[in-house]
């Protein structure tokens, strides 16, 4: 059972750059999955989330630039990131939730993690 993510990178600000997350091991189409993040030097905090259904959840700093989906096909859950900011700098993991499980903005809600992608973003 593991999540990987792939697609960071060093970018400049106002590019864009596409995240994904391939589960394996685990109920994909029934868990919700998220994306969350974490600068240096600052605590973990949560990007988006996508539950079973597609409904989509952000958070207020992200929201209207970044854009979370999912392919129940593929097992993978993508996160397409625009206008970037060099305060989206951080490490970005993707988690899966069981469903009903408490909020989704909550990380320790979440019982599965990936390894985190580096994203760097230079003004």
């Known amino acids: 059972v593991q999540l990987q993510a792939s697609g960071g990178g060093l970018v400049q600000a106002g590019d864009s750059l596409s995240l994904s997350c391939v589960a394996s091991?685990?109920?994909?189409?029934?868990?919700?999955m998220g994306w969350f993040r974490q600068a240096p030097g600052k605590e973990r905090e949560f990007v988006a989330a996508?539950?079973?259904?597609?409904?989509?959840y952000y958070t207020n700093s992200t929201k209207g630039r970044f854009t979370v989906s999912r392919d129940n096909v593929k097992d993978t859950v993508h996160l397409q990131m625009n206008s970037l900011k060099p305060e989206d700098t951080a490490v970005y993991s993707c988690?899966?939730?069981?469903?009903?499980?408490?909020?989704?903005?909550?990380?320790?809600?979440?019982?599965?993690w990936g390894q985190g992608t580096l994203v760097t973003v230079s003004s």
């Open positions: 988690a899966a939730r069981r469903p009903y499980r408490g909020s989704v903005y909550v990380a320790n809600n979440y019982y599965l």
């Open positions: 091991g685990l109920p994909f189409s029934r868990s919700s």
């Open positions: 996508i539950i079973s259904s597609g409904a989509t």
